[in-house]
């Protein structure tokens, strides 16, 4: 089974190997490793080679999934544009830890800030990560439809807040002391075109 999964992982898209690789590495529970440069496909393929020695196919296949991941990521950081609408972008910054995946970045305007965070997780994340996902979609506020996906307004106070669940799974979520949510709301808008 193994063998196959690894077999297929090497051979398909990065989507559809995260799946299967996720699924070898929660079988086995091995903790990942920082991921340096290296090419998914090779390590998917060194994993395949290694069988039918266990023990390294299973450390070769954490590799590939660590790998694949990293590129996930990397491609969901790309996603975060340098300019939207008349924000410009800050520096991006990406977390990672116990499972769950942050990408952070900030836009200014004149004296106007927009946050903007996505939270995904990884094959190591617990069902704490699965639950606490959950929990930020589960507010009452308005809700709105921003590029398919659904918002809702969990503002608070003087401070905007708009959590928007991601179709991919994870959430991103923009907030402002600095505009009304209407404006966080458009930005929103812009910034999934």
Do not use: H
């Not at 340096?36 to 299973?58: G, H, S, V, Y």
């Not at 070769?60 to 410009?88: H, I, P």
């Not at 990560?129 to 503002?155: E, F, H, L, N, P």
């Amino acid at each position: 089974m193994i063998r196959q999964l690894l077999l297929n992982a090497a051979g398909r898209s990065l989507k559809t190997a995260v799946g299967a690789g996720t699924v070898a590495v929660a079988l086995c529970f091995v903790p990942l490793v920082q991921a340096a440069e290296e090419n998914p496909t090779q390590a998917c393929k060194d994993a395949f080679d290694a069988w039918p020695d266990a023990e390294q196919a299973l450390r070769d296949a954490t590799w590939c999934v660590e790998q694949l991941e990293q590129a996930k990521q990397d491609a969901m950081a790309n996603r975060f544009k340098d300019e939207v609408g008349d924000f410009v972008g800050q520096q991006v910054q990406q977390n990672r830890a116990m499972g769950m995946v942050t990408i952070d970045r900030s836009y200014r305007a004149g004296n106007r800030t927009i946050r903007v965070q996505q939270i995904t997780t990884t094959s190591e994340a617990n069902p704490f990560a699965a639950i606490a996902s959950m929990a930020q979609m589960a507010g009452s506020g308005r809700k709105y439809r921003i590029a398919g996906q659904t918002g809702v307004d969990m503002s608070q106070g003087n401070k905007a807040v708009l959590n928007v669940a991601n179709q991919e799974g994870g959430s991103t979520n923009f907030e402002s002391n600095d505009v009304p949510i209407d404006v966080l709301v458009s930005f929103a808008k812009e910034f999934f075109e």
